[in-house]
């Protein structure tokens, strides 16, 4: 499988700050996935970042709180804009090769206060 | 109804045991399953795909039960390492490759 590296690991950021989070894969990869975990809860999906063109949303997020870049099939960003305490929450990127298996990266700890 | 379930524990079990969870699926036309792991603080992993005939890879052996749209984990010998949670993943149907995680299931295997 792919090796996922994500950055910053963690952060703590004030409120109506933005974060922008990198995701990069060692490999070509289809298909590059945003999610978000809250604690104690599963993922959900936030985007995919389509490479060339603009991200997909889903229901609830949208891209002037959640910008995402892909510019080739190893690297994508996510920035999240104008936090609040809300947004407190671990991101997640992952992707695909060709088929439905998913692979993560480590994870950014985002700390909104 | 969301559209995957999972009982969220947790299931306390003693080194040995066997336990075994169930994930349901509400859209019938799904097509790929997985499990995955994941531990405190860390990424989810993945431990199996799902298949139609059943899969087993060492201790662990995954089932589908398409008729009843229910997805099945067995964990044989339980380790004190196996404690995790344990996140069932159903494919969506619009050839977007994005897939459907249930809630998780915690795992904790005791001395």
């Known amino acids: 499988s792919a090796v996922i590296s994500q950055k910053p690991s963690r952060d703590i950021c004030q409120r109506g700050t933005s974060l922008t989070i990198q995701c990069q894969v060692d490999?070509?990869?289809?298909?590059m996935f945003w999610y978000r975990q809250q604690p104690g809860q599963s993922l959900t999906l936030i985007a995919t970042a389509n490479q060339g063109s603009e991200a997909t949303y889903e229901s609830g997020f949208v891209i002037d709180k959640f910008p995402i870049s892909r510019p080739n099939l190893t690297f994508s960003t996510l920035t999240v804009s104008n936090m609040s305490p809300e947004d407190s929450s671990i991101y997640l990127c992952s992707v695909t090769t060709g088929t439905y298996e998913q692979y993560f990266g480590p994870g950014t700890r985002l700390t909104v206060t | 109804r969301k559209e995957v379930e999972q009982d969220p524990g947790p299931f306390n079990v003693p080194e040995g045991a066997t336990v075994a969870f169930n994930c349901t699926y509400s859209n019938s036309a799904s097509q790929s399953f997985f499990w995955y792991r994941q531990d405190c603080r860390k990424e989810p992993k993945l431990l199996m795909s799902v298949y139609s005939s059943g899969n087993e890879d060492g201790r662990f052996t995954a089932q589908l039960n398409r008729a009843s749209q229910y997805i099945s984990l067995l964990i044989r010998d339980s380790k004190l390492s196996d404690s995790a949670t344990y996140l069932c993943a159903v494919s969506r149907m619009d050839s977007s490759y994005k897939l459907i995680f249930g809630s998780g299931t915690r795992l904790l295997v005791r001395p």
């Open positions: 490999s070509q990869v289809t298909m």
